[in-house]
C-alpha cells in the first residue's frame, strides 16, 4: 500500500472515495446488512460491485461467504484486502473494472449474492438497464440481489425534487437524471466530491428495472437514513433499497 491509498480520515460516518465519486457510509443499511447474511448461504460466491473499502463485503467474509470485491478503483480494493483477517484472504477475489462497461470475467448463473450499493446512482438510463440484465445473468437461481440507491429525497440536493416530481407526472423515462449536480448542490462545497451527473430513484423506478432483467422483486422500499449526517437527512426517504431473487 503506498501513501496515496491510505483511508481518508472519516468525517461524520462518512468516508471520501479516492477518485470523487461521493463517499463511503461507515455504517450498513438494512440492505446491505441482508447481503453480508444471505452472502453465507447463496447458491455461490457473493460479488459487491463498486466495495470501495469494503465495509459490506469485509463482514460478509467474516460470516464464512467466498467474496468477490469490485471497484472502479483498484487503489479501494488494495485497501479492503489489506483489511482482510490473513486467514480469510483466501476466500476473497479482487476484480478491479468498471461496471457495467467493462467484462469482470464473472460466468453466468454462477453467483449466489450481488451487492451493489449506492452506485448505481452514478449511471444513466440504458446503464441502469445493463446493470440489471448483467446482475441477473450472473445469479444462480435462487440467488439474490442487493441494491441500494440515493432517492432525490436527500437534504442536499432538494432543489432537484420539484423538478424530478414535474417529470414524474410528464411520464419522463427516467424522471431522477439529473446532469447539474454541481449547480444545485447545497452546499456548495460538497461538488468537489461527486460528479456533475447523477440518478435518483425511487422503489418503483428501481423496482421496474429489474423486473424488466427477469428477477422477482422480494422488496423494494424508501429507506430512512438516521445514519447519514445530518445535512443530508430530509424525511425519512433518503435511500431506497431492493432485494430481488432469480426464479
Partial sequence: ?????????E????IPTLNQQGFMTTTRDSVSEAFTKFAVK???????????????ALEALSNGAKVIAND????????????????????????PGKFPDED??????????????????????????ESAKKIANWLASGGKAFVVCDSPYVKTMRRFIPEFEKN????KEWPGYCEKIHEICDP?????????TMHFFTPDILKEAFEKAGLKVEKAEFLARPDF????????????GLVAVKP
Fill in 42 to 56: 447463496g447458491p455461490g460466491p457473493a460479488l459487491e460491485i463498486g466495495a470501495a473499502y469494503g465495509i459490506s
Fill in 72 to 95: 472502479i478503483d483498484k487503489r479501494h480494493l488494495e485497501l479492503l484486502e489489506d483489511q482482510a483477517p490473513d486467514e480469510l484472504k483466501k476466500n476473497l477475489t479482487l476484480k
Fill in 229 to 240: 449526517p445530518e445535512m443530508l437527512q430530509y424525511d425519512g426517504r433518503e435511500s431506497v
Fill in 104 to 129: 469482470l470475467n464473472i460466468k453466468k448463473n454462477s453467483l449466489g449474492s450481488v451487492l451493489i450499493c449506492r452506485v448505481m446512482h452514478f449511471f444513466n438510463g440504458p446503464e441502469v438497464e
Fill in 168 to 171: 414524474v407526472k410528464a411520464g
Fill in 11 to 14: 468525517k461524520e460516518g462518512w
Fill in 188 to 196: 456548495p462545497e460538497l461538488k468537489d466530491k461527486l460528479p456533475n
Fill in 1 to 9: 500500500m503506498t501513501e496515496n491509498s491510505k483511508i481518508p480520515p
